[in-house]
């Protein structure tokens, strides 16, 4: 098999083609700055059986600060991908977000490709579309990504008070990047999971920000800023029928914090 990988130099990106090294599938990366999805039609891709669609401007800051790049790349590009799919009849595989369920930019974006994907269904598209959950661990996790666990721990190893915004209330699902890296890997070579539906992706690790911060066993400070939903729920049960995630956060992070 041969599948294509957009956004291949991202931190998901890089850890997919970290999994996929041993395994029976070769890969072709889409990524700046050779390859620029917003202008896909112009590039050759031959012998390509699947797209794992990973590219985006991410989070809610980034997307309000690039309105319009955000459009292009999140929305604009991702129907094109979409369209080479269904014309070649091979599978779209598509890491959208838990933030497609609230009213931000960032959710509208991801939103939009989401629903396209499911129109083309009624046209042949096999379309896998899986709402992440808070992804974290994996190569190049600190450095690549800007959440609230990589921030914690950044600001833990500096020796740092723990920022927290909001009250903190805030209730969070999080998924190891290589539990998304088996999904994606079943996608690819199997008939368990169903095409054509949105998937939450998540574990059962569900905490609030103020409890996760506990587990650091520092001082903490208190701010304003960009909050996003104050509790993500999940449903788990379409994705509990063909795989259950295999690393536990608080595992993880212990290991970290202790290392």
């Known amino acids: 098999m041969r599948i294509l990988i957009t956004g291949s130099k991202g931190y998901i990106g890089t850890n997919l083609k970290y999994f996929l090294k041993d395994k029976d599938i070769q890969f072709v990366e889409c990524d700046l700055p050779s390859c620029d999805i ?37 929305v604009l ?62 190569i190049d996790f600190l450095k690549k990504k800007n959440t609230v666990i990589s921030k914690f721990l950044k600001q833990y190893k500096n020796n740092e008070k723990l920022t927290i915004y909001g009250d903190g209330n805030q209730k969070r ?51 304003s800023g960009l909050v996003g939903n104050k509790d993500v729920s999940l449903d788990l049960t379409e994705l509990n029928k063909f795989y259950k995630c295999k690393y536990k956060l608080k595992d993880w992070l212990k290991n970290e914090i202790n290392n």
Request: charged letters at 20%.
């Open 38 to 74: 917003r202008r896909f039609e112009k590039y050759r891709f031959e012998n390509i059986d699947a797209i794992v669609h990973l590219a985006a401007i991410s989070g809610l800051k980034n997307c309000i600060m690039d309105v319009l790049g955000a459009y292009e790349i999140n």
């Open 77 to 138: 590009a991702s129907y094109k991908l979409i369209n080479y799919c269904l014309e070649r009849n091979i599978p779209f595989i598509f890491t959208s977000s838990q933030a497609a369920k609230g009213t931000s930019y960032y959710g509208y974006t991801k939103a939009c490709v989401e629903d396209y994907a499911i129109n083309k269904c009624k046209f042949g598209l096999k379309s896998y579309i899986f709402r992440l959950a808070n992804v974290y661990g994996g």
């Open 173 to 223: 699902n999080f998924i190891h990047v290589l539990d998304i890296c088996e999904i994606i890997y079943l996608v690819l070579t199997s008939n368990k999971i169903p095409c054509c539906t949105k998937i939450d992706v998540g574990s059962e690790d569900v905490i609030s920000i103020n409890d996760l911060a506990k587990l650091f066993n520092t001082d903490v400070i208190y701010t």
